[in-house]
């Protein structure tokens, strides 16, 4: 008799959310509120919670021992120092003209015409100012690096972790024992991503039922353009621009990519957090697309710090929308001006929910705009902030291919191969 074929853990993680989604919407529609906070309090909210910090407590070590590893694995200053600039130019590029194409689009579709009605939830919103770009530099390098560590600080985690692996690639072979205990240290902890994704199709299903439970579909369909004009722009980035660059630059099949890493994807989407996603694409960039460790280590945690196109087409379109509620028309230089301060603000930000928010505050402020405005569109940003998470991580995966490729990092027979052995992949294959 032929054993029965065990469900993949994609699978599982799909029907966690599929069912947490309809839970949602069933319990929203026909519960009453206070049943709704119980539930949340007794069992989501615990649930969605445990799964999160499991993900949350790997994301420091990870990063710092794989990106020491990767940066000592390349071995020549030279060929780190182009991986570095190739990869910071490309990220630059994408998050500006992400930016540029929602700017375009929101200008067609016009979401914020005859939104006038929505000016009296207008709200205060709590400002940040925009960050002098030489301060962004300069706190790049921690003064404590254990400090930096305990507070997460990823911009200096990852200076000192490549500046730690360059000082152990110069020392040689007296080295290489501490580097050996460090990579040591490094399966151990993707080990351990392993253990807590078993958990994933249970977290998954706890969040996104929290979501739709709490946000409801009145929201929704008061800013459903608005909300449609994003996701529209978020599917050109993720399937036109990330596929084009696959196909063109990396010169590999974007449809093998979007096969193998739409399981990150599903995580990213519930757990709104590019750094929360870090273990998980590292183990599936490696693993699954062929990436040498070398590369992914390097690009993937710099990428969920410093790559931010999702953040970064929700602020232009943002932008043009509370501009066309209020009925202020926007120039093309302010327009630029949008392009150049969301593009520089997403260096830095910290890769975690709703931080796109405070740095439109920033972009409005910038060009005039009134900051009251991001109160219109607070209550979808909760979901659409989980859409573009999945762009955030995709844009990193996406580099990471095209630069493992470029330098000839990239194991093509595991990145066209079909079939992957479960042992040998966090993730079941399909």
């Known amino acids: 008799m032929k054993p029965k074929k065990k469900m993949s853990l994609t699978i599982k993680i799909l029907l966690g959310l599929l069912l947490g989604v309809a839970f949602g919407i069933v319990s929203n529609m026909f519960f009453e509120k206070a049943i709704n906070e119980s539930i949340i309090k007794w069992v989501l909210d615990p649930a969605g919670n445990v799964f999160l910090r499991g993900i949350k407590m790997l994301v420091v070590p990870l990063v710092l021992c794989s990106l020491i590893c990767g940066t000592?694995?390349?071995?020549?200053?030279?060929?780190?120092?182009?991986?570095?600039?190739?990869?910071?130019?490309?990220?630059?590029?994408?998050?500006?003209?992400?930016?540029?194409?929602?700017?375009?689009?929101?200008?067609?579709?016009?979401?914020?015409?005859?939104?006038?009605?929505?000016?009296?939830?207008?709200?205060?919103?709590?400002?940040?100012?925009?960050?002098?770009?030489?301060?962004?530099?300069?706190?790049?390098?921690?003064?404590?690096?254990?400090?930096?560590?305990?507070?997460?600080?990823?911009?200096?985690?990852?200076?000192?972790?490549?500046?730690?692996?360059?000082?152990?690639?110069?020392?040689?072979?007296?080295?290489?024992p501490m580097l050996d205990i460090i990579s040591q240290i490094n399966e151990v902890l993707l080990k351990i991503i392993g253990i807590v994704m078993l958990f994933a199709p249970v977290g998954v299903f706890a969040l996104i039922s929290k979501v739709i439970m709490i946000q409801g579909s009145d929201v929704l369909i008061k800013l459903f353009k608005y909300g449609i004009t994003i996701v529209l722009v978020l599917l050109i980035q993720l399937i036109v621009v990330y596929g084009s660059a696959l196909k063109f630059i990396g010169r590999v099949s974007p449809i093998m990519f979007f096969r193998k890493f739409w399981p990150v994807m599903v995580v990213a989407f519930s757990t709104s957090s590019s750094n929360a996603t870090i273990p998980i694409n590292l183990e599936t960039c490696e693993k699954k697309l062929g990436v040498k460790e070398a590369i992914a280590s390097f690009t993937i945690p710099l990428g969920a710090t410093i790559n931010m196109d999702g953040t970064a087409i929700m602020q232009g379109v943002a932008t043009v929308f509370i501009a066309q509620v209020y009925g202020i028309p926007l120039t093309i230089n302010q327009m630029l001006m949008v392009v150049l301060t969301a593009t520089l603000a997403s260096v830095g930000t910290a890769g975690v929910p709703g931080v796109g928010l405070i740095t439109l505050s920033m972009v409005l402020q910038q060009v005039g705009l009134p900051v009251e405005g991001i109160s219109l569109v607070l209550g979808i940003d909760r979901i659409l902030d989980m859409m573009r998470t999945v762009v955030n991580v995709s844009g990193d995966a996406t580099a990471t291919v095209i630069m493992a490729n470029l330098e000839k990092e990239l194991d093509l027979d595991v990145y066209n191969q079909k079939y992957i052995c479960e042992e040998k992949c966090v993730l079941d294959a399909e």
């Open 72 to 176: 000592a694995s390349v071995g020549d200053i030279k060929k780190l120092g182009r991986l570095g600039v190739r990869t910071m130019v490309y990220y630059t590029a994408t998050t500006a003209f992400a930016i540029s194409i929602a700017i375009m689009l929101a200008n067609i579709i016009k979401p914020g015409l005859g939104g006038e009605q929505l000016l009296s939830t207008a709200k205060s919103f709590k400002t940040a100012d925009a960050p002098f770009i030489m301060d962004v530099f300069v706190n790049m390098v921690p003064t404590n690096p254990i400090e930096s560590l305990v507070k997460g600080e990823m911009l200096q985690i990852i200076t000192f972790a490549i500046l730690f692996g360059i000082a152990a690639t110069m020392i040689g072979k007296a080295a290489q």
